[in-house]
């Protein structure tokens, strides 16, 4: 069984303190890993798919890096706009999406 | 471009009333569709997935039943709520492509805005 566990549970950071986001994984065969970002209320926004260790992908302040066992969601010089919870979620070769519980971050100005 | 809509965004419910929500996608053809559950303090929880009208496959034994009627809608019922069904509910969609061993979809999935469930 597919199993994705994220860290922290919770972040705080102050505006302009870089730092990042942790999800490991153990699949079977991973085919795809996938990071959104989830507003209270609303419904996961899509921010990047990672399909094989060592690739990166950046959008803005946000950089996703992958190994063969985890990923970092790594925000650098945050703003309190960034302040949500990060979600990861990882295909295998015999699965649907698993998700993690997600890391709520908090951006304080 | 294209746009999911939920409805309705909120809802309250007796125990053993009976459930409807609706999701549709604009702006796309014989999309892959999908409805999750998110309780609190819990990841999202896979209920059903439909790659095509009429068909559905379930994720987990429950008292839900989701159907798709036409290409874009989805919909998810219930005949009897119970308490434990309280939680938001997420249509999501995507473009259908890669699939699994088992067949499973495995593309970028999208989600809509929500339906907040509350069993009272």
């Known amino acids: 069984e597919d199993q994705v566990t994220q860290s922290p549970e919770a972040l705080r950071l102050q505006e302009g303190e870089s730092s990042s986001l942790n999800c490991s994984y153990t699949?079977?065969?991973?085919?795809?890993l996938f990071w959104y970002r989830q507003d209270p209320g609303k419904g996961p926004e899509f921010l990047f798919t990672l399909y094989s260790a060592g690739e990166e992908k950046e959008k803005e302040r946000l950089k996703a890096t992958l190994t063969k066992k985890e990923s970092f969601l790594h925000i650098t010089a945050p703003k309190p706009e960034d302040s949500a919870t990060y979600l990861c979620a990882v295909f295998s070769g015999y699965s649907t999406l698993t998700f993690g519980k997600g890391t709520m971050l908090l951006v304080s100005p | 471009s294209q746009t999911i809509h939920q409805w309705p965004a909120t809802l309250v419910q007796p125990v053993g009333s009976p459930l409807s929500l609706e999701c549709t996608v604009e702006?796309?053809?014989?999309?892959?569709l999908y409805w999750y559950r998110q309780a609190a303090g819990r990841g999202l929880q896979l209920l059903f997935y439909s790659v095509g009208i009429g068909q559905i496959s379930s994720e987990v034994p429950q008292n839900l039943s989701a159907s798709r009627p036409q290409d874009r809608q989805f919909i998810l019922s219930s005949k009897k709520l119970l308490l434990s069904d309280s939680g938001f509910y997420l249509c999501?969609?995507?473009?259908?492509?890669?699939?699994?061993?088992?067949?499973?979809?495995?593309?970028?999935?999208?989600f809509g805005p929500g339906t907040r469930l509350l069993v009272l």
């Open positions: 999501a969609w995507s473009v259908p492509g890669l699939t699994g061993t088992w067949g499973a979809p495995q593309e970028t999935q999208y």
């Open positions: 699949v079977s065969g991973l085919r795809g």
């Open positions: 702006g796309t053809s014989n999309p892959n």
